[in-house]
Each structure stands twice: as C-alpha cells, then as structure tokens.
C-alpha cells in the first residue's frame, strides 16, 4: 500500500461550524490535487463547491449532523436538498435514542427512506460507536446491511470518540456484503490509515491525511 492508494481512500474533511467559504475553496482544490475520493463539507457549501469543482471531484455532506436527532422528514429534506445542490455523497447520522430504546424497526425505515431518496448516489449511515454497546453496534451493522445504505461509518468526529481498530473489525465481521465501512474520526497518521484500511475500511474520514503528505510524511 503506498500513499496514492490511501489517498484515494479520503473523505478530505473540513466541518468546523466556522469553515469559511475560501477555506472550502482550498479544500478542494486539494482534494482534486491530491486525488482524494471527495471532499465531505457542510451542506450550505455545496452548489458553489460543486460550482467549483465540476466533475473533477466528488462532493460528500452531512444530514442530521452531529447529534442525529432531526425528524426523519427534516432528513429526507436535507438529502434531497443537497443533492440537487449537486451533492454526490450524503453521511447521514442515525437516531442514536432509539437505538437505546431498541426501535431498531424505526432506525432502518429512517435510513432505507433516506436511501430512497439518494436514489444512486451514495449514503452512509454515521452511528457514533463511542456512544454505542458492542451488542448495539452488532445491530447496527445488521440495521445497515437491510437498509440498502452504500456505507456504515463510524463516528462524526464531534463526540467523545472517534474510530477504533476494534470497531472496524466488528463491523467487517457483521455486515453483509456489499456494505462498505468508513472509520472517521482521530486518523492522526498515514500508519493510522493503513491500519484502518487493513482492518476492513474502504473510506477514511479525515482532515489531516492529506496535510501529512504536503508536509512530507512517508509511510513507516
């Protein structure tokens, strides 16, 4: 594995609350500089970064973001909205209190429903393991295999813990296949990703992998 094909990999990520518009502008001009699989942006900068970026780049936004307790019509709204803003990629966040209350039946109808809505383009569903029982993120991987959803990812990098090696694993063990796994959340280091990747994931998230490789770091 060398740097391009971690590259390739990443959701290059930028969803600080204060992201300017030229800060975004950067971001994808070194997303397609450095080939990443998009840039993941808060969705109010959608059009103009699609705008910018015509077919060289993937655009990826967030719905129900971070603490995923929007009404599911709010979502479905969100989705809709951002894709025709020319959205390509949509990480959704699940309602974390039903899982705790076991409406499993209720988590799946919101995220098929959003499915549905993202038609071809891709959805990822965010489940926030740091909040979650291994036993929940067991359900959650069997929640996500019947939904229909693209990816299952692990965390929006805004609660009290990112991805874990540990997770990844679970989660390669328990989705069906087809279901691809997104580990965001703490990848500190290009050693971090290929880890990550070697554990089951097929997508990072992250802010930092690409500002590694403009500093020079090689893989160990």
């Known amino acids: 594995m060398n740097i391009q094909d971690i590259l390739k990999t990443v959701d290059h990520t930028l969803l600080n ?12 001009q070194e997303g397609m500089e450095y080939k990443t699989a998009s840039v993941c942006i808060p969705a109010s900068y959608v059009k103009e970064a699609k705008e910018y970026v015509r077919d060289e780049l993937k655009i990826c936004t ?42 499993y039946d209720h ?24 909040l979650l029982t ?47 796994i997104k580990a965001a959340g703490g990848i500190a280091s290009l050693e971090d990703a290929k880890a990550f990747l070697e554990a089951g994931a097929s997508r990072l998230g992250t802010s930092r992998i690409v500002k590694l490789v403009q500093q020079g770091a090689k893989l160990l």
């Open 17 to 28: 609350p204060a992201a300017t518009w030229e800060e975004i502008r950067l971001l994808c």
């Open 62 to 103: 967030v719905i129900g973001f971070p603490n995923g307790y929007d009404t599911t019509a709010s979502k479905i709204f969100q989705a809709k909205d951002a894709i025709q803003n020319g959205a390509d990629e949509v990480d959704m966040v699940i309602q974390i209190g039903w899982v705790k209350d076991g409406r």
């Open 107 to 130: 988590v799946q109808e919101e995220i098929a429903r959003i499915k549905e809505a993202c038609g071809q383009r891709i959805l990822k569903v965010i489940v926030e393991t740091c």
């Open 134 to 180: 291994e036993e929940e993120k067991i359900r959650m991987c069997q929640v996500v295999s019947r939904s229909g959803a693209d990816f299952i990812k692990t965390s929006t990098g805004f609660s009290s813990g990112g991805a874990t090696l540990e997770d990844i694993r679970l989660f390669a063990q328990w989705v069906s296949p087809g279901v691809r």
